[in-house]
């Protein structure tokens, strides 16, 4: 590896423990968990290192989760994409890839637009919060705006990774388990491009651990949500690039009848005997967990000279977004008991004496 490499993951790594320093700590995660209401979790919100720039209210005064969400991966992405002037190569083609989820995420939510105003001539009406990824993004921002204002996607991802699956029969995307398998093979398409990435620049461990959870939750949602038959799913799993996950034991699996049974049977696999088999929320939310420690680790382990400890970064700050937001939801509806399905205060337990956890 030449100098200018080594003085480049240098440069990266030195970033990377900046933006790490400011994640909330247990003491920024005792306040919201302890705030009385809304209100003032978004004011303990506002004055943490997530509130520069934070966005909370619409235009007329009122308090906007929708909003707060937006404002908060927004200014995420934006830090990301500041990171590309330290890399370049196969490391900065990865990290843009890292950041393109956020162009999934666009397209996934025009997707849902359309099926929901198809054919009555709302769409135009509707306000879509679109991600901007600036010159890195999969199309200029014009032409999202276009495509969520009711424009036809026509030939818009000729090139992209997402080229051959808008080739298929797109009007079957109508119906809610015709919509729900395309977004899956956009999903696939996504990660398959993402993993040949990482699996060049570093960092193809920790993906490896999201697809696991990614592939249980669309082999559930699909059987046993939308009532897919076995042979239609298998073409749309991730499988491959997973690493608890094989043809054999998805179709031991799909043998049950119901979601009940389903886990029943994923309890007595080896593989899973670390994780709560109980339900689908409460694996996934134990399979997160685990990969949210191993990214931690991953970040305490050094400055090895790939991106894994940019991967590693990258999920940590998407779970703590997914909590906030979480936990300001829990304040608006008075669910308090739900505080325990959240993943970044439990890496804080020890340290969040009189929270309730």
Not at 115 to 137: C, I, P, T, W
Request: some cysteine; proline content about 2%.
């Amino acid at each position: 590896m030449g100098i200018f490499r080594l003085c480049e993951f240098a440069a990266l790594n030195s970033r990377i423990h900046y933006v790490k320093s400011r994640m909330l700590k247990s003491g920024g995660w005792q306040s919201l968990l302890g705030s009385a209401d809304l209100k003032s979790a978004v004011g303990d919100l506002g004055s943490s290192n997530l509130g520069e720039g934070l966005v909370t209210e619409r235009g007329d005064g009122s308090l906007s989760l929708r909003m707060i969400e937006h404002s908060l991966q927004q200014s995420f992405v934006t830090e990301m994409l500041s990171h590309l002037r330290f890399l370049s190569g196969s490391s900065a083609e990865a990290l843009r890839e890292l950041v393109r989820v956020y162009d999934l995420l666009n397209l996934k939510k025009i997707l849902r637009m359309k099926q929901v105003y198809a054919g009555n001539g709302k769409m135009s009406e509707l306000f879509v919060d679109l991600y901007d990824l600036g010159r890195h993004s999969l199309l200029p921002m014009e032409k999202w705006e276009a495509l969520s204002a009711g424009g036809k996607i026509g030939n818009a991802f000729l090139g992209s990774c997402y080229e051959e699956d808008f080739k298929l029969d797109i009007d079957a995307a109508g119906e809610a388990a015709g919509l729900l398998r395309l977004e899956t093979l956009l999903e696939r398409s996504y990660f398959k491009n993402l993993y040949a990435c990482l699996k060049k620049a570093g960092g193809a461990k920790l993906l490896k651990m999201q697809i696991d959870e990614l592939c249980l939750e669309q082999m559930v949602r699909l059987r046993y949500h939308f009532g897919m038959e076995t042979p239609a799913i298998l073409p749309l799993m991730m499988l491959e690039l997973s690493s608890l996950w094989d043809e054999a034991l998805f179709v031991r699996l799909m043998r049950a009848e119901d979601e009940r049974s389903f886990f029943s049977l994923l309890s007595s696999e080896k593989a899973f005997s670390c994780f709560d088999t109980s339900n689908l929320s409460s694996c996934l939310r134990s399979m997160r967990f685990a990969r949210i420690k191993e990214c931690k680790a991953t970040l305490n382990s050094g400055a090895p000279l790939s991106l894994a400890p940019l991967t590693a970064l990258f999920m940590l700050k998407q779970q703590e977004i997914r909590d906030v937001v979480s936990l300001l939801q829990i304040k608006r509806f008075l669910r308090e008991e739900k505080i325990g399905w959240l993943v970044m205060p439990e890496l804080h337990k020890n340290n969040l004496r009189g929270a309730a956890l």
